[in-house]
């Protein structure tokens, strides 16, 4: 299981790394898509993949003892993800009035600054 996900991951960067180096926005928006999913995959791999105990403390007890899952990557995964969310809604709709204006969505096309 360690070994798919790890290569699941590295998978998710290799590609988010080879559409962000395109010339298309749309494309470069997928790139970032893949790299955002891949990070959050990487910080739920370091939590550990195993099934665990959910860390509750009985009433009786004061400490958290035994074998507990951690439920801070998986904050911290939720927070991403909604975050990531946000921001590629927003390159979305930067990207649709981009191509409304220029009709095109290469970057070359964007770098110039002439009216011709």
């Known amino acids: 299981m360690q070994f798919l996900l790890a290569l699941l991951i590295g998978i ?3 590609a988010g790394l080879f559409m962000i180096l395109r010339r298309s926005i749309v494309k470069i928006i ?3 898509a893949l790299l955002g999913q891949g990070a959050n995959l990487l ?7 195993e ?3 959910p860390p509750l403390i009985d009433s009786a007890a004061t400490t958290l003892t035994g074998n507990f899952a951690d439920p ?5 995964i939720l927070t991403a993800i ?3 969310f946000g ?3 927003f390159a979305i709709v930067l ?3 981009v191509y409304a204006v220029l009709n095109s969505d290469d970057l070359d096309l964007l770098n110039s600054t002439d009216q011709e």
């Open 12 to 14: 998710l960067f290799g």
């Open 87 to 89: 921001a590629q809604a």
């Open 51 to 53: 099934s665990k105990l």
């Open 30 to 32: 997928l790139g970032l």
């Open 72 to 76: 801070v990557p998986q904050a911290l």
């Open 95 to 97: 990207v649709k009035r």
């Open 82 to 84: 909604v975050i990531g």
């Open 43 to 49: 910080i739920f791999s370091m939590g550990g993949v």
